[in-house]
Structure formats: structure tokens, C-alpha cells
């Protein structure tokens, strides 16, 4: 039977993990298998520079913080090795990160995750990763408001350009003589 010490140290870990995944905008669970050291200090790299915390975590600390979170359906994914990637700031983040791995590497892949406080499985984890960059959208967005504009531009000058045509410009007036005084 593990000591006292021991059991402490898991439920401060558990108390620790709970809080962040109930802190967390989204997390990303992934089976942990098939991956080398190189591609590992890569890809924590791209989350560490993400702002994405990243970790090993065993199946029953997963499941007890997932209990006190809120989140048990996630413990139905719990079996093998898992990592559980968490993000306070970009939901989307550690979804687009570790599906770049997931489908560089065939064992590595992704098992569900946490969304605005709710569990949701891989095939939106997946979905959340295809979302465009924040820039692609904002640049969509002022391109579908501007074309109508322009559009619009277009035809008005369309029609001062046809309602011009065939008449001369006016001539511009011309000075007229001074008088001059009777004889």
C-alpha cells in the first residue's frame, strides 16, 4: 500500500490538474505512443510557444481530475498512454499542434479534449484544428464586406458614365469683351 506521503503528493496533483482543466479554454487529449525523442522536443516546443502546457499524465490522475472538473466523459478515453495538452488562451491551439503530429505519426493520435467546459470527442478536436488562423478570417470577413461595397461603387459610376455620355463637356466661359465706350 503506497505511504501517506505518496498519496498526498497524487492529490495535490490531482487538485492542481482539476483546477487547470476547469481553468482551461480547451485541452487536448492524446494516446502518447510511437513517438520519437526528436519528434517529441518538437512538437512540446510548438506548444510551449503556443502558450500550451503539455503532459504525460496517468490514466487514474487524469480520471480523478477529470471527476472533479466536471469533465467524466472523458475518462472513457483513458486507456494506454496518454498526455493531456491544456490552453487558457487559444482553444484551437493545441488542437492544430497535435493533429500536425497526429497524422505525421500513425500510433500518436488524438482522443478527445475539453471545449468551453465541455467534453467533446476527436472528430471535433479534429474540426477545431481545420478552423483558419485568426488573420485568414479577419482577411475573409473585410473581403466579403468590401466587395459588396465595390460592387455597388461600380454601378454608380456606371450610371454618371452613361447619363454623360453623348454630351459635350460645356465650354468654358469665355470673357467677354470689355465695353467699350459709344462714339
Known amino acids: 500500500m503506497p505511504s501517506e506521503k505518496i498519496l498526498e503528493q497524487k492529490k495535490v496533483i490531482v487538485e492542481g490538474l482539476a483546477d487547470k482543466m476547469s481553468r482551461a479554454a480547451s485541452g487536448v487529449l492524446v494516446k502518447y505512443e510511437g513517438i520519437t525523442v526528436d519528434q517529441d522536443t518538437k512538437m512540446r516546443k510548438a506548444l510551449r510557444e503556443a502558450g500550451v502546457e503539455y503532459a504525460v499524465i496517468k490514466n487514474t490522475l487524469i480520471g480523478k481530475a477529470a471527476d472533479k472538473a466536471g469533465f467524466e466523459g472523458l475518462k472513457s478515453e483513458l486507456s494506454g498512454m496518454n498526455a493531456?495538452?491544456?490552453?487558457?488562451?487559444?482553444?484551437?491551439?493545441?488542437?492544430?499542434?497535435?493533429?500536425?503530429?497526429?497524422?505525421?505519426?500513425?500510433?500518436?493520435?488524438?482522443?478527445?479534449?475539453?471545449?468551453?467546459?465541455?467534453?467533446?470527442?476527436?472528430?471535433?478536436?479534429?474540426?477545431?484544428?481545420?478552423?483558419?488562423?485568426?488573420?485568414?478570417?479577419?482577411?475573409?470577413?473585410?473581403?466579403?464586406?468590401?466587395?459588396?461595397?465595390?460592387?455597388?461603387?461600380?454601378?454608380?459610376?456606371?450610371?454618371?458614365?452613361?447619363?454623360?455620355?453623348?454630351?459635350?463637356?460645356?465650354?468654358?466661359?469665355?470673357?467677354?469683351?470689355?465695353?467699350?465706350?459709344?462714339?
Do not use: C, H, M, W
Open 84 to 183: 493531456l495538452a491544456i490552453s487558457y488562451d487559444d482553444p484551437i491551439a493545441p488542437a492544430k499542434i497535435l493533429k500536425e503530429y497526429a497524422e505525421k505519426i500513425e500510433t500518436f493520435e488524438i482522443r478527445g479534449g475539453i471545449l468551453d467546459g465541455a467534453v467533446v470527442d476527436a472528430a471535433t478536436v479534429n474540426e477545431l484544428a481545420d478552423i483558419p488562423p485568426k488573420e485568414v478570417l479577419v482577411a475573409k470577413l473585410l473581403g466579403s464586406i468590401q466587395s459588396p461595397l465595390y460592387k455597388f461603387a461600380y454601378v454608380l459610376q456606371a450610371i454618371i458614365d452613361k447619363e454623360n455620355e453623348g454630351k459635350e463637356e460645356a465650354p468654358a466661359a469665355e470673357e467677354a469683351p470689355a465695353e467699350t465706350p459709344a462714339e
